[in-house]
């Protein structure tokens, strides 16, 4: 029982690890996709001037298939903490 236990443990530690490691690229790739340079007071400019920048281009990408790919990586990300929350609890019974 105590085998059984400490395994799914693992299971479910390392899961919740994985869905909030994808969490965390997710949140990553959207602030890579859509940064926007800002001009700073070392660069030339002054603090009550106001520049807007578009986004940066960040490959060939177009925002419906990172959209498509973001909802993928969030769905992936949530089975991922289900099944830690899961085998985490059924862990602390047989425990």
Request: net charge neutral; glycine share 12%; charged share 15%.
């Amino acid at each position: 029982m105590e085998l059984a236990a400490r395994t799914l443990f693992v299971v479910a530690a390392l899961s919740e690890l994985g869905g909030v490691a994808l969490i965390v690229a997710g949140i990553r790739a959207a602030r890579r996709k859509l940064d926007t340079p800002v001009e700073h007071i070392i660069h030339g400019g002054s603090p009550g001037d106001s520049h807007i920048y578009p986004p940066r281009a960040s490959g060939n990408q177009s925002p419906d298939v990172f959209l498509l790919e973001a909802m993928e990586r969030q769905r992936f990300a949530v089975a991922l903490l289900v099944i830690g929350i899961v085998t985490g609890s059924a862990g602390n019974f047989l425990g």
